[in-house]
């Protein structure tokens, strides 16, 4: 199970900081996504990252603005969001995959969190 939190209100230009924990003891055997959901559209791939937290990949969209990480001994993945601009706004949703790989497809991912709302005003 993912919990997913931190999301809020923040004006263009800050800096927010989205937390997913996941219950059991394997969480360390799953490779971790952030997606989002804009209103009208649909989910989009944010960013990834490995088992051991060594490799991450991340949308064209977001590159140099968020960051993502992991804590294995807390069973959490974090996102690092910063200089946010109005078009970051969405539902942002964890999710875990069985894969060893780093998968950018919402469908390679067998778990969701119920999502948290970034909201950026201009």
């Known amino acids: 199970q993912l919990q997913a939190s931190g999301g809020g209100l923040v004006q263009a230009g800050g800096s927010l900081r989205l937390s997913c924990s996941a219950s059991?003891?394997?969480?360390?055997?799953?490779?971790m996504g952030w997606f989002r959901q804009a209103p009208g559209k649909e989910r989009e791939f944010v960013a990834g990252?490995?088992?051991?937290?060594?490799?991450?990949l991340y949308a064209d969209s977001v590159k140099g603005r968020l960051t993502i990480s992991r804590d294995n001994a807390k069973n959490t993945v974090y996102l690092q969001m910063s200089s946010l601009k109005p078009e970051d706004t969405a539902v942002y949703y964890c999710?875990?995959?069985?894969?060893?790989?780093?998968?950018?497809?919402?469908?390679?991912?067998?778990?969701w969190g119920q999502g948290t709302l970034v909201t950026v005003s201009s």
């Open positions: 999710a875990a995959t069985r894969s060893i790989w780093l998968k950018p497809a919402a469908d390679e991912y067998n778990y």
């Open positions: 059991g003891r394997t969480f360390s055997t799953y490779v």
């Open positions: 990252i490995s088992r051991s937290g060594g490799s991450t």
